[in-house]
C-alpha cells in the first residue's frame, strides 16, 4: 500500500472515530467529554473547543488571571475569575468551593494552569469540573498556583 493510501485510510479512520464519538449520548442527553491526545496537556484543545463552539470537553491549559469576580453563591459556591490563555482568549474559571479548596492567595497576574470541563460562550468559554468528582463519575479536574494543587 502506498504512503498516500495509507495517509487515506487513516485520515478516513479518524473522520468516522469523531462522527461515532460525536454521536454518542451520556444519560442525560449530553455529549460526554472525550480524551483525545491534544487533551492530554496543551493550549490546542481549547482554543480549537472555542473555535468550533463546542462544550463538554476536558481541557487543560494556563494563563494569567485578568479579573477576580464575587463569588457565585446560587446553588453550589464557585469561585470566579477570568484567565487569559491567549491574545484572543479568555475564559472563566467556575471552581466549585463546595467541593475544593478556595484557590488562596489569589490575585489578577498570577499565572494558574488548569483542568476542567469546557462550555463554550461568546466570550471565551467556561471552565468548570476544576475539582474531584465525589460520586467517581467525571473526568476529575485542578487548578495549580504557585506550587500548590486545589483539587
Not at 442525560?28 to 472555542?50: C, E, I, K, Y
Not at 475539582?131 to 504557585?146: L, N, V, Y
Request: charged letters at 20%; hydrophobic letters at 45%.
Amino acid at each position: 500500500m502506498s504512503l498516500r493510501a495509507k495517509r487515506l485510510l487513516l485520515s478516513a479512520v479518524v473522520v468516522i472515530v469523531v462522527a461515532v464519538l460525536a454521536s454518542v449520548r451520556d444519560h442525560a442527553g449530553r455529549t460526554p467529554a472525550v480524551a483525545t491526545p491534544a487533551a492530554a496537556g496543551n493550549d490546542s484543545t481549547l482554543a480549537a473547543a472555542f473555535d468550533s463552539h463546542a462544550s463538554n470537553v476536558v481541557v487543560e491549559g494556563q494563563g494569567t488571571v485578568v479579573k477576580i469576580l464575587s463569588d457565585d453563591n446560587d446553588g453550589s459556591h464557585h469561585q470566579r475569575f477570568i484567565v487569559r490563555v491567549s491574545p484572543r482568549q479568555t475564559v472563566l474559571i467556575a471552581h466549585n468551593i463546595d467541593l475544593a479548596p478556595r484557590v488562596s492567595p489569589l490575585h489578577e497576574g498570577d499565572v494558574v494552569a488548569f483542568s476542567g470541563e469546557y462550555e463554550w460562550n461568546p466570550k471565551g468559554g467556561i471552565v468548570h469540573w476544576t475539582h474531584r468528582d465525589p460520586e467517581g463519575s467525571h473526568a476529575a479536574g485542578w487548578i495549580r498556583h504557585d506550587g500548590q494543587v486545589f483539587d
